[in-house]
């Protein structure tokens, strides 16, 4: 069992009891009653993951994604939490869709999920939502994600008001003015394939925008998906400074650099997009320094139709839902730049203190959430697309073989997941 909210790394028997954790030790006497599930040797007990960032596109993209299948892909990825991003059709940004949201990841029964609300009316930048009404509806942070905040001035109002009910304001770093209508890492890669590239400096730029302004309001901004060595060094130079900012990267910018994108391959379209090796080892060092806080999958399913485009024409997005520990394990752990622990930390104990969830996530301390992963980092298994659980398939990682497969998946006391046989 290993728990670094507690120092835990030990091997002992764990009892939940009443949907909690009523506690742990070595040789624990199971009440008759209980289920008892026997471990391999090998296999790890963790907190349950938790993912601040992932597109369940319902209402309006059922045919992507809907919050029950999100909610099943979650789970079979070893996340307990997930949040949900408001940029559907319509958006979620009143409090009856922040609710609708809700009632749907409960109906799911499978991974919670918690509602990220519309940060302006109809994520269009230009109106501020009704914020408290939301926060009582049950969205746990704000943002128009999918696009950027383009007014300073709206940005820091939702800095300041935000405060009032300890919530961050989640930033989609992107100065759309440099981004305009690139479609991938402006570099040597983008020239040859005759694409048109977006900036390092269109992320950071907005990146430093909104890490002035969180100092100058003391709001707690988070900062989505890092993808450049420029915006780590705004963020480092930040936190040195005592700004409230946090910040999130994806497996798919810890792995792969914009010469994934070569013959053309929209599965390996995303916004920001895959960027340089430079970048790459950057947010890998940010991550482990704790410069960048945590792993986030960005989970953004398409219809494959939509993906078999034209490339300057495919939507951007990948699915990572199903891969992010197998990745993080490849790409942090086998080479050596995080212990078990230390992935364990910024998939679930870090991201739970990010956003206002119930008390008690992304530990397994006596008395919290009964919400619990399983799995044997030394078993590896092949990427197979066509066994996911989301609807779609859009992953930059199909054919790949990953360490890591989650056995067990538990929610309140109860297993929603299950993965292989246990040992």
Not at 50 to 69: C, N
């Amino acid at each position: 069992m290993i728990d670094p909210s507690q120092g835990l790394d030990d091997r002992v028997d764990l009892l939940i009891a009443d949907g909690r954790i009523a506690r742990w030790g070595r040789d624990l006497q199971a009440p008759e009653s209980a289920e008892t599930v026997d471990l391999a040797p090998d296999c790890v007990i963790s907190p349950g993951f938790v993912d601040l960032h992932a597109h369940l596109r319902e209402p309006g993209g059922e045919h992507k994604e809907t919050i029950a299948s999100g909610a099943r892909a979650a789970a079979a990825g070893g996340f307990t939490s997930v949040c949900a991003m408001p940029n559907t059709d319509p958006p979620i940004d009143d409090p009856a869709a922040v609710g609708f949201v809700r009632a749907e990841g409960m109906r799911a029964g499978a991974a919670r999920v918690y509602p990220v609300a519309a940060a302006t009316v109809g994520s269009q930048g230009t109106q501020m939502t009704e914020i408290g009404e939301l926060v009582q509806a049950g969205a746990v942070a704000v943002t128009d994600d999918g696009r950027p905040i383009a007014s300073s001035k709206i940005m820091r109002r939702l800095l300041e008001y935000t405060q009032t009910f300890g919530i961050p304001v989640l930033s989609h770093a992107e100065e759309l003015a440099l981004s305009g209508n690139g479609v991938m890492n402006e570099g040597l890669i983008s020239t040859t394939l005759g694409l048109q590239g977006i900036p390092n400096a269109a992320e950071d730029v907005m990146v430093a925008r909104d890490v002035i302004l969180a100092g100058l309001t003391a709001g707690h901004v988070h900062i989505c998906h890092v993808s450049t060595q420029g915006a780590v060094e705004l963020i480092r130079a930040a936190k040195a400074r005592g700004v409230n900012v946090t910040a999130e990267v994806t497996p798919h910018h810890l792995t792969l650099t914009d010469e994934a994108v070569q013959g053309y391959r929209t599965e390996c379209k995303v916004n920001p997009p895959l960027r340089s090796r430079a970048d790459v080892e950057a947010v890998r060092a940010a991550l482990v320094e704790g410069v960048i806080d945590c792993v986030a999958t960005d989970h953004a399913p398409h219809h494959y139709e939509e993906k078999e485009r034209e490339f300057d024409d495919a939507p951007f997005g990948v699915v990572g839902l199903e891969t992010a520990l197998g990745v993080s394990l490849k790409v942090l752990v086998e080479p050596g730049l995080l212990d078990l622990a230390g992935l364990i930390d910024r998939l679930a104990c870090r991201p739970a203190r990010i956003v206002p969830l119930p008390e008690g996530t992304g530990t397994l301390a006596a008395g919290a959430p009964g919400d619990v992963t399983v799995f044997d980092p030394t078993k590896r298994t092949r990427v197979r697309p066509e066994r996911f659980h989301s609807r779609s398939r859009n992953t930059p990682f199909a054919g790949w073989e990953l360490p890591g497969v989650v056995l067990l998946t538990i929610v309140g006391g109860r297993v929603v997941h299950r993965g292989e046989a246990q040992g």
